[in-house]
């Protein structure tokens, strides 16, 4: 093999590395984002009671529904 070739082969051996490497990072960070998502949500349900926390959180989610929507249709 000629050094170009050797060269050629370095540097797509490193992309697919990389590549490689960001898809795990990737699939890391999803991971671990749910678990913490699923703690803070376990935590905030026992702190405020079963009942309290849906009706907030239910409120909560309407005025996002609601606000979205008009974003969407201003956005039109």
């Known amino acids: 093999m000629s050094r170009l070739e050797k060269n050629i082969e370095r540097r797509y ?3 697919r590395k990389r590549f490689i490497l960001k898809l795990v990072f990737i699939a890391t960070m999803t991971v671990l984002t749910s678990i913490c998502l699923v703690i ?3 935590n905030a349900n026992t702190m405020l009671g079963n009942s309290t926390f ?3 959180s239910t409120e909560i989610l309407e005025s996002l529904g609601i606000y979205i929507k008009n974003q969407i249709s201003s956005f039109k």
Do not use: G, L, T
Request: charged share 45%; aromatic share 12%.
């Open 13 to 15: 051996k490193k992309q």
């Open 40 to 42: 803070v949500y376990d």
């Open 54 to 56: 849906i009706d907030a």
